[in-house]
């Protein structure tokens, strides 16, 4: 069934941009077990996350270095690091970044099952004039909670160049805004006695 999005409610309509779900990591507090497939509250980690920006993106993308199947069943395009070993995050943005159709890449840890539900519409709000918009809160920023604009694609493939993976390193350089959120709506899931 084709949408008419010019009879949906404003809000309804999907926002000009792509989201990309970090569910690649080793989960080595966790056990080494795949986080995203971890239940909380009832549902997997990636069920919390798809959620979050399912409906408010014109594309869903999951990063992800094992379970490729069961990710693949969820209906979304799943994207491998070109680098083997869980690399990091930042392979992941890559990934995002060079699969992505739309000029703007949101993108979202999987262990963070309380971030808002219309975070994407609160990290579009918050652009200005800089490529980049960071959540953080009292403590500092969240940098895996964020909105880029594909212009860093370069800068990116740059800084992986230097053989530095740190994702707070990447964009310490980068002009930035800040779209402040409560610490516990940053809470990530770590360990298995963070899941409830």
């Keep these: 069934m084709i949408r008419d999005n010019a009879r ?33 509250r009832g549902q997997p980690l990636i069920a919390h996350a798809l959620a979050t920006v399912q409906d408010r993106a014109q594309e869903v993308f999951i990063s992800a ?29 890559r990934a995002g970044f060079a699969a992505m ?3 703007w890449l949101a993108c979202i840890p999987v262990d963070c099952p309380d971030l808002p539900r219309d975070l994407l519409d609160r990290l579009w709000r918050s652009r200005g004039t800089e490529p980049l918009v960071v959540a953080g809160d009292a403590h500092g920023i969240t940098p895996v909670v964020a909105l880029m604009h594909r212009s860093l694609s370069d ?13 707070r ?10 779209l402040p959120l409560d610490a516990a709506a940053l809470r990530n899931i770590n360990r298995p006695e963070d899941l409830e």
Aim: net charge positive; aromatic share 6%.
């Design 8 to 40: 949906m409610p404003k809000e309804s309509v999907p926002l000009p941009l792509s989201a990309l779900i970090l569910a690649g990591g080793a989960g080595r507090r966790m056990g080494g077990l795949d986080k995203g497939w971890q239940r909380h």
């Design 169 to 178: 390193g990447w964009m310490r350089k980068i002009p930035q805004r800040l």
């Design 65 to 93: 270095n094992r379970s490729l199947d069961a990710y693949g069943r969820l209906g979304y395009p799943v994207l491998v690091d070109a680098e083997p070993g869980f690399a990091g995050p930042l392979q992941g943005i």
């Design 155 to 167: 800068s990116l493939a740059t800084y992986l160049e230097t053989g530095d993976a740190s994702v």
């Design 101 to 103: 159709q739309t000029d």
